[in-house]
């Protein structure tokens, strides 16, 4: 204390202490940010404290041209460098929830329109208050650290000048050992940062060149001048009904961690439907996207064009290309598109040609929702079979029906009922509040994992049911997944491939197929054929009657 009874950290001209404990640690948090950003992995699986134990060799060329740069040009260096990396640690941050959910990184170009989907999931999760408070919040926090990544580097610059000659020691000898680990292949020698700009650079400059590549692939269609009384005659007076299972990838038939497992389900599908007449020829499709993104598959499959991003998908459906649906209402069909899920206009539908759409708010459904599912697969078939199969004097019809129960997150999920007690909906109102919640499985991968099997059994249960219920010989089904599901299901590398399978009692249909070797019944061998998801629509076509007006383009 001082003669006039104030304290030394008081004194005039002496820091307080806390400004010096607080000048420390705003330090070391603004080293540990430039650490981050430099040397954390763009995905969560490899994160880890290891993944920090590691030299980047940016910073170490950073320090060094800070050292030699004069005042001006350091600090406009530095804040440019600083902007860059803020930039990619968001990117990285993007990326690890890709690959968490989509088995992919981030396309720059191209995924901008996944966000808002994503904003939608979140609405049925926590309310549209809550997405839209959790999408502010990845915005402020994508513009902070942006914000804050240039004004670390900033401030760890003033104490690398600041201590000139040990930053010069310090650098000089992280680069021996940086070299000599590098030499050898070890992993504290790190370079992702570099790595990652390199890697999106390359991808977006890829992206921007696609319009191109599709442009030359959306010129060849053999169909696209067949007149309508030469398409697909082989299945005239067949009512056809196209469904996808949300998430049914070959994980769901081939992976022994899948449980109850689906390869037996399909087994005895196969034995009951054998058993009412019905024949199944399976095989595998490689989709054209992975944990999502099934409005991709479904533009793959009906185009026959690869659609693996908004960009194409976009040119597709602003075109006039040949779909699946368009050929069959050409060809006298009355053509049905049902998507329960959807609730937001959806004028890029057109490119289906649907005479009828049924979608949330038309089809009749006045029971709960199931989390993400705004009704049970069971409920969808049955206001089809109700709306379509049984009107009086109708015309044959070709329907593409999304089967959304098994999307994630998988629960709550209903249970199959007696078709005549489906009616309105309703009665899958306490299915829905007595059924297990995402927080209750998703904090677990084997708890998801089963949740997942069992939502997939559900779906396809419902399907074989359908057929014993209503099938007769004019129904044929095709029956595929869009997409595998995310990679908390299937592990890493799992690849792209769903199983599909057409389903028909007249045996002059499964004969038209017969060339395509696929493996018998509902349950696909793992050496069943793989088709990319792009060739069905001609391979089917082909196969049920349609006469190519252009063969070579």
Do not use: C
């Not at 001082?2 to 005039?12: E, Y």
């Not at 994980?251 to 019905?278: R, W």
């Not at 779906?459 to 074989?464: G, P, R, V």
């Amino acid at each position: 204390m001082t003669t006039d009874g104030r304290f030394l950290s008081d004194a005039p001209g002496e820091p307080r202490a806390w400004r010096r404990v607080a000048a420390s640690v705003t330090t070391a948090l603004a080293g540990l940010l430039l650490l981050f950003a430099l040397v954390a992995p763009n995905q969560l699986n490899d994160l880890s404290v290891w993944a920090f134990v590691r030299i980047p060799i940016e910073g170490l060329l950073g320090v060094a041209i800070v050292l030699m740069l004069p005042p001006r040009p350091r600090q406009i260096a530095v804040m440019l460098a600083g902007t860059v990396l803020g930039v990619l640690t968001v990117l990285k941050i993007i990326d690890m929830g890709f690959f968490s959910t989509l088995n992919r990184p981030f396309d720059p170009v191209f995924d901008w329109s996944f966000f808002g989907p994503a904003i939608d999931f979140l609405s049925n999760s926590i309310g549209r208050t809550g997405a839209v408070a959790a999408g502010i919040g990845a915005a402020i926090l994508a513009l902070g650290l942006i914000m804050l990544v240039p004004l670390s580097a900033m401030r760890l610059t003033k104490l690398v000048v600041a201590h000139r000659m040990a930053a010069t020691r310090t650098i000089t000898v992280l680069t021996v050992i940086w070299v000599i680990s590098a030499a050898f292949s070890l992993p504290i020698a790190s370079k992702s940062a570099a790595s990652l700009a390199y890697a999106h650079a390359v991808q977006a400059n890829a992206s921007l060149k696609d319009s191109d590549a599709f442009a030359k692939e959306t010129a060849v269609d053999q169909f696209r001048d067949t007149p309508p009384d030469q398409l697909l005659t082989a299945l005239r007076g067949k009512d056809v009904v196209i469904s996808f299972v949300e998430s049914y990838g070959r994980v769901a038939v081939e992976d022994p961690v899948i449980s109850p497992p689906i390869d037996a389900l399909l087994d005895a599908g196969t034995s009951k439907l054998q058993a009412a007449g019905f024949g199944a020829k399976s095989a595998f499709l490689t989709s054209s996207t992975s944990g999502g993104g099934s409005w991709l598959a479904h533009a793959t499959l009906q185009s026959g064009l690869y659609v693996n991003n908004q960009k194409r998908y976009n040119t597709f459906t602003s075109g006039d290309r040949l779909t699946l649906s368009s050929a069959f209402r050409s060809a006298g069909w009355r053509t049905v598109g049902i998507v329960p899920q959807n609730d937001q206009p959806w004028p890029e539908g057109d490119i289906y040609n649907y005479s009828k759409y049924y979608e949330k708010h038309n089809v009749g459904y006045k029971g709960k929702n199931f989390f993400y599912a705004a009704m049970p697969d069971q409920y969808t078939l049955s206001a089809f079979q109700r709306n379509e199969r049984s009107a009086p004097d109708r015309q044959p019809v070709m329907a593409e029906i999304d089967l959304v129960s098994s999307h994630t997150p998988f629960v709550p999920l209903p249970q199959l009922i007696d078709w005549n007690a489906v009616g309105d909906g309703s009665v899958f109102g306490p299915m829905a509040d007595k059924g297990q919640k995402p927080e209750e499985v998703w904090n677990d991968a084997g708890k998801t994992r089963t949740a997942y099997g069992e939502s997939i059994q559900y779906s396809l249960s419902t399907l074989i049911s359908y057929v014993q219920t209503y099938g007769d010989d004019n129904l044929v089904l095709v029956v595929l997944g869009d997409h595998q599901p995310a990679p908390v299901v299937t592990g890493d590398g799992a690849g792209r491939d769903v199983p599909i399978t057409i389903i028909a009692k007249d045996p002059t249909v499964l004969d038209k197929i017969s060339g395509w070797r696929w493996h018998d019944g509902l349950n696909p061998g793992p050496q069943a054929p793989v088709w990319p998801m792009n060739s069905f629509r001609d391979q089917f076509m082909t196969a049920f009657g349609s006469q190519p007006a252009h063969p070579h383009r």
